[in-house]
């Protein structure tokens, strides 16, 4: 059970409820926190958590954070190369690692490299970089506890089982706000954040829109749960009351239930191996009838083929595709492209990407920096 914790990106969506867990369990000290430029939320945070160290991604927000917490005796550290300083802290057991996007990658290597467990909401670490930041977690003897609904839904379905083979991984997926919409040509950026269960950050939102969120957790999977991908199934369920099932060899079936929200998962992350209860929100079983599950329609959503596509062919395809999607994703959002061309602006990148199969966490940051300077130039395309 985490003691001390640090929380990268905590005025996020999975950041304050981490807060709201910690609240609620109370004997948890939050030691270490980071924002992107939220300051007036973060001072809120700073002045009740009391963290002894901080970081601010946007360096002109830290200035100014700086002078309204001068009362403080808190270490303030600004900019993005920084976050580290977080993610490491030396009086901290456990990471929450809860930014989007994979900034969040060398962070968590560096905690890992610290000795610290990892509870890792940030699915671009694995997506970017599984294979070595998993070979990190042996060697360094470290625990990776999944922060996801759905990871976390497998991680349960696990505990007692893991002498047992397993014959299939099903990856549930709400479908999002599109699942019954035939025409997705005219989306708006205000149509795909309206997302039917879940609230989430603007990045993750559209990601579910365009399926491209399950593609990820099921690269994420692979590496968390050591499975082959052609064994991860995924499996449309829009009530989101079934977080994900694990199928064994002998065709039994077990699967997490609960409601959409992200407490349970991420006080489970904290408190493993022991469940708490805390007083969330419980499933009522009987008001969970008329389950529904499906296959997803990848003609209609092609980023999840493409994710399928870039854990196939491997090495660092992954990270191509993860950083087009970044960068699609944001030029969706600021109005510069159309939904559609999304997955265009991902397909398009990683045709031109040649794939490093033995590759070290070098090759996966400049990776990640020519796939966004290729989708960069691919959006300029689509606005001329």
Same mark, same amino acid.
């Given at each position: *059970? ?12 999975? %950041? ?32 009740? $958590? ?28 600004? !900019? ?20 989007? %996007? ?12 610290? !000795? ?9 670490? @694995? ?16 625990? &990776? ?5 759905? #990871? ?31 025409? @997705? ?14 609230? *989430? ?10 399926? *491209?969120?399950? +593609? ?26 079934? #977080?994900? &099932? ?11 239930? %609960?409601?959409?929200? *992200? ?6 992350? @904290? ?7 805390? +007083? $969330? ?9 008329? @389950? ?21 062919? %491997? ?19 600021? !109005? ?16 031109? #990407? ?21 989708? $960069? ?8």
């Amino acid at each position: *059970m985490a003691e001390n914790i640090s929380i990268l990106g905590s005025t996020g969506s999975i %950041g304050t409820q981490t807060l709201d867990v910690v609240r609620k369990l109370g004997n948890i000290k939050v030691r270490a926190m980071s924002t992107n430029k939220n300051i007036d939320l973060f001072e809120k945070q700073v002045r009740e $958590f009391l963290p002894e160290v901080v970081c601010i991604a946007d360096e002109e927000k830290a200035k100014e954070f700086k002078e309204n917490t001068k009362d403080l005796s808190i270490k303030v550290f600004a !900019g993005k190369e920084e976050l580290s300083r977080v993610s490491a802290y030396e009086k901290s057991d456990t990471l929450v690692n809860s930014v989007v %996007g994979n900034i969040g990658l060398v962070p968590t290597v560096e905690a890992i490299k610290c !000795g610290k467990d990892i509870a890792l909401a940030n699915k671009e670490t @694995l997506v970017s970089c599984g294979k070595l930041v998993m070979e990190l977690v042996k060697e360094k003897n470290v625990n &990776m506890y999944p922060v996801d609904s759905e #990871h976390s839904a497998i991680f349960q379905c696990l505990q007692g089982n893991k002498e047992n083979k397993i014959r299939h991984i099903l990856l549930t997926a709400s479908g999002g706000p599109f699942r019954n919409r035939e025409d @997705l040509e005219n989306v708006t950026v205000e149509d795909a954040l309206k997302h039917p269960n879940w609230s *989430m950050g603007k990045k993750i939102t559209i990601d579910s829109a365009t399926l *491209m969120n399950k +593609g990820l957790e099921v690269i994420e999977a692979k590496w968390l749960f050591d499975v082959k991908y052609e064994d991860i199934i995924v499996v449309v369920h829009p009530q989101s009351i079934v #977080h994900s &099932m694990v199928e064994y060899e002998d065709g039994a079936v077990m699967a997490q239930l %609960g409601t959409p929200d *992200m407490k349970l998962p991420i006080q489970y992350a @904290l408190t493993y191996p022991k469940r708490v209860n805390t +007083g $969330f929100e419980k499933l009522d079983i009987f008001k969970a009838s008329g @389950l529904v599950f499906e296959r997803p329609n990848t003609e209609k959503f092609k980023c999840l083929s493409l994710a399928y596509r870039a854990i196939e062919e %491997g090495g660092t395809m992954p990270a191509c595709m993860n950083a087009a999607n970044e960068s699609a994703v944001s030029a969706f959002l600021d !109005g510069k492209i159309k939904f559609l061309q999304i997955p265009e602006i991902i397909e398009n990148t990683m045709k031109a #990407h040649k794939a490093i199969e033995n590759y070290t966490l070098e090759d996966v940051l400049k990776t990640d920096e020519k796939a966004r300077e290729y989708a $960069f130039e691919e959006v300029r395309k689509c606005r001329s």
